[in-house]
Every structure is written in structure tokens, then in C-alpha cells.
């Protein structure tokens, strides 16, 4: 790992340095030692600014920080440069997981390494994982207690055709002129079916 240190009207001092490797060594148990870092102290008007720049594989990851003194800014900037971290990290993985290649609704995984007598070798063979159907075979019954879809007073078939498609109801229940329950559905083709209750 290389530690590239710039001071801005600031000299760099040993504690300083110790304080920044300290804090990469936590780092570097995330990533390993597949990065180099960039620390640029500055000192402006009594404020000390950090700014800690690693440079892993997938993309540059800054931390910044600004204190009273320089030991405190630097402290922060690496608190924050590790929380990044371990966000990139965590994003890194979730992409690994979602990665596997789907093909006619089966999930194909990678066979591990296997021994043989000419040394290590990868081959990728497809395997069924156990998939749960896209649609449920039973589904939940709900229930919503609605006057909207039941007439008060009697009226004809055709009275209660219009008042159903007046509400946009699916099922309409109406009583006609005699008193006899009547029950309007209307089915998913979009036709009205009548249903008559004993």
C-alpha cells in the first residue's frame, strides 16, 4: 500500500502519519492492499481540513473532514472514508448476488472448483434452484364492507345495468320490482352477467 502525503501550509509530522496508518490498516482488512492512498492536510484560517483519498479497483473513494486541530480532522476522515468503505463494499456484494444468470424462469450457479489430477479447474454447469411461482395458486379474500354496490330501492334490470356502470362496480346487488335478490357481475371480458338469489 502507498501513502502519498501533501501538506498545505502544514508540515506533516509523525504522530500524524501514525494516526492516518492506523486508521488504513481498518480499511485494509476490507479491502486488502489493492488501493493507494492520497492525504491532503491543509490549514486554512484555524481550520484544519483532511481529505483522505483511496483508490481501489472499482472507483475512487474520498474521505473529508475539518477540525480545530489536525489530529481530530483526521480522525473524522478516515471515520468517513470507512463508512464508504463498507457501503461499497456492501454494494459490491448485493451486485455478486443478483448477478446469476436466469434462463426460462431457472437460476444457473456455478459449480465450486474441482480437484483433479491436472490441478484446479472452473466449469459452469447449470442447476435447477428451487423457484417459487411468479403468481400465488390461492389468493387472499378480502373483505370491505361497501353501500356503494347495493341499491336501496327497487328497480328494473336496466335501472340496475346503469347505476352499475355509473358506480364502476364489478358486482352490483339490487332488489327488483317483485322484492327478489338480484346480483349484477360483471365479468372480466367485460359483459354483465345476472345472478338471481332464492
Not at 484555524?46 to 480522525?75: C, F, Q, W, Y
Not at 364502476?168 to 338469489?197: N, S, Y
Amino acid at each position: 500500500m502507498n501513502v502519498e502525503y501533501t501538506g498545505r501550509q502544514f508540515k506533516v509530522t509523525l504522530a500524524i502519519r501514525k494516526e492516518v496508518e492506523t486508521g488504513l490498516t481498518k480499511i485494509r482488512k476490507i479491502l486488502g492492499d489493492q488501493f493507494d492512498t492520497k492525504v491532503i492536510l491543509t490549514v486554512e484560517k484555524r481550520r484544519h481540513k483532511a481529505e483522505i483519498t483511496i483508490n481501489p479497483p472499482h472507483g475512487p473513494i474520498v474521505g473529508l473532514a475539518e477540525s480545530a486541530d489536525m489530529k481530530s480532522a483526521v480522525s473524522q476522515a478516515v471515520e468517513h472514508l470507512e463508512k464508504q468503505v463498507a457501503k461499497s463494499k456492501a454494494r459490491q456484494r448485493t451486485r455478486k448476488r443478483n448477478s446469476h444468470d436466469k434462463r426460462n424462469g431457472e437460476i444457473l450457479a456455478e459449480e465450486p472448483a474441482v480437484e483433479s489430477k491436472r490441478g484446479p479447474s472452473k466449469t459452469a454447469v447449470p442447476l435447477v434452484v428451487h423457484r417459487y411461482p411468479d403468481v400465488a395458486k390461492t389468493t387472499e379474500v378480502h373483505l370491505v364492507a361497501s353501500s356503494d354496490a347495493v341499491a336501496l330501492r327497487p328497480m328494473t334490470l336496466e335501472e340496475a345495468i346503469k347505476e352499475a356502470h355509473f358506480r364502476d362496480r364489478d358486482v352490483f346487488v339490487f332488489r327488483d320490482r317483485k322484492g327478489t335478490l338480484m346480483i349484477l357481475h360483471r365479468t372480466r371480458d367485460g359483459r354483465m352477467e345476472l345472478i338471481e338469489a332464492p
